[in-house]
C-alpha cells in the first residue's frame, strides 16, 4: 500500500480533503505560500496541475491560472524543483496532474523517475485513457507512481471494473458532464454514480469538479472517501493582495475540513 491509500487508511472518522493548486499561480513564491497554507489548515493530499497550453478538462478560473503561470515562466523543471523544496518543509503526498503531451515530450520513462525522486506520489492524466495507459503500465509500477485514474457519470460498469484492477491511489470520480468550475448543486445521479463505483472497484473514490461549499460536502461525503476542491480555492487568491487570499483560503478550508467530519 502506497502513501496515498495510507492516507485514506488512517482517516478515522472523517474523509479526505483534496485541494487542487495550479502550480505558479499567482507565482512560484505565492504557489509555495498557497501550498503551506491548505497544508496547515487541513489538507491530507495536495493535487499540483501542472500549467499546459490547452488544458481541455479545466474551466474558466484553472485556465487562468494557467495561462497566468505560463506568462511567469513556468515549466516542468521549476515545478520539479518546487515539489522537492516543498516536500523537505511538510510531509503529505503530493500528486500531479498533466496532460500527457509535456510527459511524453519529455520521455514517459525520464518524467516518472523525475517525479519519483522530488517526492511525488501519484500523477492523473486525463487524456491517457486506459487503452493507452497499458503501453506504459511497468514504467509506472517500476517507478512506485500511483496512476490515477478518471471515471464519469457515463462510465460503464465493464471499464469500472478494468479501471479497478489497474488505478491506484485512489478513482477520481468526475461529477458533471464538462469541464471544471464552480457551480450551484451537485448533479442529480452522483450519488447513485458513486454508488456504482464503489461496486465495482476496492479502490477509494473521491469526488471533484464543481464542489465548493459546505452544501455539497454536506449532501455527498457520505457516498466518497474524499473530496477534491480546485477552482473555488484559486479563485480566493487575488494577485494584487495575496495576504488577503491566503487568509480566505485558510478560513475556506477550515470550514471544509470541518463538514467533512462523520
Known amino acids: 500500500m502506497g502513501r496515498i ?26 504557489f509555495e505560500k498557497l501550498f503551506l497554507t491548505v497544508v496547515e489548515n487541513g489538507a491530507d493530499i495536495i493535487e499540483v496541475g501542472l500549467p499546459f497550453s490547452d488544458p481541455i ?3 474558466q478560473v484553472i485556465q487562468n491560472a494557467s495561462r497566468i503561470a505560463l506568462k511567469g515562466g513556468i515549466n516542468t523543471d521549476i515545478m520539479l524543483k518546487s515539489i522537492k523544496k516543498l516536500g523537505k518543509e511538510v510531509d503529505i503526498p503530493v500528486v500531479v ?8 515530450c519529455r520521455g514517459v520513462e525520464r518524467s516518472l ?8 506520489s501519484g500523477l492523473i492524466i486525463p487524456d491517457l485513457p486506459l487503452e493507452e495507459f497499458y503501453n506504459y503500465k511497468t514504467l509506472f509500477d517500476g517507478a512506485g507512481i500511483d496512476n490515477i485514474m478518471l471515471v464519469s ?5 465493464e471499464r469500472l471494473a478494468e479501471i479497478g484492477k489497474f488505478g491506484k491511489g485512489f478513482v477520481y470520480c468526475v461529477s458533471v458532464k464538462g469541464v471544471t ?6 448533479g442529480k445521479g452522483v450519488k447513485k454514480y458513486l454508488q456504482l463505483v464503489r461496486r465495482q472497484t476496492k479502490l477509494y473514490t473521491a469526488l471533484g469538479f464543481g464542489l465548493s461549499t459546505v452544501k455539497h460536502i454536506n449532501e455527498i461525503k457520505e457516498s466518497t472517501d474524499g473530496i477534491i476542491i480546485g477552482s473555488k480555492i484559486l ?15 485558510a478560513g475556506f478550508c477550515k470550514k471544509i475540513k470541518q463538514a467533512l467530519k462523520i
Not at 487542487?20 to 512560484?28: A, H, M, V
Not at 496532474?97 to 511524453?104: A, E, G, H
Not at 468550475?181 to 451537485?186: L, S, V
Open 113 to 120: 523517475s523525475e517525479l519519483k525522486s522530488c517526492g511525488v
Open 153 to 157: 457519470l457515463t462510465t460503464g460498469k
Open 97 to 104: 496532474m498533466s496532460y500527457f503531451n509535456p510527459i511524453y
Open 235 to 249: 479563485s480566493l487568491i487575488n494577485e494584487g493582495n495575496l495576504e488577503k487570499g491566503l487568509c480566505e483560503v
Open 5 to 30: 491509500e495510507d492516507v485514506f487508511k488512517n482517516l478515522g472518522p472523517r474523509k479526505a480533503f483534496i485541494p487542487f493548486l495550479t502550480c505558479g499561480y499567482p507565482n512560484i513564491e505565492g
Open 57 to 59: 478538462a479545466d474551466g
Open 181 to 186: 468550475g464552480q457551480r450551484k448543486n451537485i
